[in-house]
């Protein structure tokens, strides 16, 4: 009897038993009680509310933001880390009332230590409908990361309502070797086939988000949070860094990039390093000269930091340097502000947002029903991209000179943004297709 008793705890113990890992479509396992909800976000395993479209399963998880931190959400630990050996791709199912375009971003964390993580953006295309949101975790190392983090709309304070409120489901890796391609300078975080990821580290929280003061450029938000580190920031990129090495000297060592900052004279820093080595650095550092405006950044790793190591010892001792990380308001903990920040890109600082937009650029007709005609009298423009009101790349022309036609006949009506590249910087104009 005690034998026959025993096998049958057992056997209990064995089927009450559910692994956390992937994939995970919540039919039985995993339940609400393994999610860490943080912040002001609160995850639920329910009955599915909106079945139908591409997602009729029984059960989906809820996760609803109401108040707390703009960071608000939830996450859950798996029984094992993650292999990105093969499968570089996360995805999931999302349904939500709120706007299209609204930031869906999944990061992924040791969760034994969150500093550790890696977090990549994205945005809703529809809205009262489920659709699949693929993320690209090329560059992730595998046997680091155990821990999925759920941030929905982040950087906006929830309230509880329809719009803060968020259904997801089916969250699994995929082979996406046909998928994005790694960054590499100049960053613009303009298109939609390259991996605009970034890392964030000391108490940073950054999301790839559409410009605030222009609907047609795509930044980068970096919020350093009410509970930061001196040297919370963000890797540009991922792990693995750049595609190629930056191809600086000591006779040509200028990085420049645009920023936003609420505050003049707010330190930022930028560092470089070996993606391979991060004992092999250099860091500069500049102050912000407009408060609530863009502006071009100059770092000259010439002149590195104080208590840094040197661009000279570096170049001398045959280091090479191909990732790059930005930490705004470097010496402060516990800023809880915004920045903002874009086009990074290797070399001097020629020419300044001020001076570029003395260039006149003309679109005609505007309104238009089948095509437009781009033109400026004294740049040459070498491309134009034009985006729909969602960031995506709708159109992309290779230009050598003054004018151009932009054919918009297969577009949809409404408001479009042109991206004019010259040589000696980037502009957007609107067009409007009827």
Known sequence: MKKITLLCMLFVVSIGY??????MDFEGSPVTGDFIDFDGGGATVKANPQSGGINTSATVVELIRNGGQVWAGSKIVLDSKLDFSTNKGLRMKVYTAAPIGTAVTLKIEDAANGAINVEIPGVTTVTNAWETIEYDFAGAASGTYDALVFLFDLGSTGDGTATSTFLFDDVEQFDNSGGLAQIDLPVDFEGSTTNFAVTDFGGNSSSLVVDPTDSGNMVIQSIKGAVSETWAGTTIGTAAGFATNIPISNSDSKMNIRVWSPDANTPVRLKIEDAADDTHTCETEVLTTSAGAWEVLEFDFSNEASGTATLANGIANGWIYNKASIFFDFGTANSNKTYYFDDLKFGE???????????????YPNPTRDSWTI???????????????????????????????IDGSNLKTGLYFAQIKTDSGINSIKLIKQ
């Open 18 to 23: 559910a692994q956390i890992a992937l994939p």
């Open 349 to 363: 600082a020629s020419l300044s947002i001020d001076s570029f937009e003395q260039t006149t650029f003309k679109a």
């Open 375 to 405: 033109k400026t009298q004294n740049k040459n423009i070498e491309s134009i991209q034009v985006f729909d009101v969602l960031g995506k790349n709708v159109i992309s022309l290779a230009v050598n000179g003054n004018q151009a036609a």
